[in-house]
T-cell receptor, first 117, second 116 residues
Framework: DTEVTQTPKHLVMGMTNKKSLKCEQHMGHRAMYWYKQKAKKPPELMFVYSYEKLSINESVPSRFSPECPNSSLLNLHLHALQPEDSALYLC????????????????FGPGTRLTVL | AQKVTQAQTEISVVEKEDVTLDCVYETRDTTYYLFWYKQPPSGELVFLIRRNSFDEQNEISGRYSWNFQKSTSSFNFTITASQVVDSAVYFCALSEADNQGGKLIFGQGTELSVKP
């Protein structure tokens, strides 16, 4: 199994809603990532989890709250979003991370296309 | 400062033509990693290749080939005999060994359109 799955594929929410995006991988990867991608732009890193601990938060607003319940799952909880948060949200995973062991390629899921009304 | 430049925003070719996508990077690290990803209209980024800074060997995989030249800080990607299925946005990315977390620095992407 070499894929990263994400649910839902599409999500429409109002600014007062609370929703969650889910990501799952069964490749035994120990690093997981959330990216945000606007149209015609490259992905922007939001969060990195390494061995289920948050290791990077790229100054993301608190209305985005990540959670890593176990080594296979990564969630992104959304609350009080703004219309400008509408984007494609991509999850990725990699075997390991760290300068001493080199950086492995990241495998991406298909993304959740989020629209905030 | 680290940076990846993909100067070609859009390229349009006719099927069976060869096409080269350019990637120029900037880094102060001596140990770094370069990647190419393909993003078809479906949205998923597909990993194509990883190259570390100590390995300047060119690579060929089917119709795809990569030319890594440290002297010019370039990591160009050539598709031979392009096909309509090659139509996608292609991203070049850099990861530095000293950079925490293996953060990927992406270029702006090149949108390739292959017409029948």
């Amino acid at each position: 199994d070499t894929e990263v799955t994400q649910t839902p594929k599409h999500l429409v929410m109002g600014m007062t809603n609370k929703k969650s995006l889910k990501c799952e991988q069964h490749m035994g990867h120990r690093a997981m990532y959330w990216y945000k991608q606007k149209a015609k732009k490259p992905p922007e890193l939001m969060f990195v989890y390494s061995y289920e601990k948050l290791s990077i938060n790229e100054s993301v607003p608190s209305r985005f709250s990540p959670e890593c319940p176990n080594s296979s799952l990564l969630n992104l909880h959304l609350h009080a979003l703004q219309p400008e948060d509408s984007a494609l949200y991509l999850c990725a995973s990699s075997r390991k991370m760290g300068a001493s062991v080199g950086y492995d390629e990241q495998f991406f899921g298909p993304g959740t296309r989020l629209t905030v009304l | 400062a680290q940076k990846v430049t993909q100067a070609q925003t859009e390229i349009s070719v006719v099927e069976k033509e060869d096409v080269t996508l350019d990637c120029v990077y900037e880094t102060r690290d001596t140990t770094y990693y370069l990647f190419w990803y393909k993003q078809p209209p479906s949205g998923e980024l597909v990993f194509l290749i990883r190259r570390n800074s100590f390995d300047e060997q060119n690579e060929i995989s089917g119709r795809y080939s990569w030319n890594f030249q440290k002297s010019t800080s370039s990591f160009n990607f050539t598709i031979t005999a392009s096909q309509v299925v090659d139509s996608a946005v292609y991203f070049c990315a850099l990861s530095e060994a000293d950079n925490q977390g293996g953060k990927l620095i992406f270029g702006q992407g090149t949108e390739l359109s292959v017409k029948p």
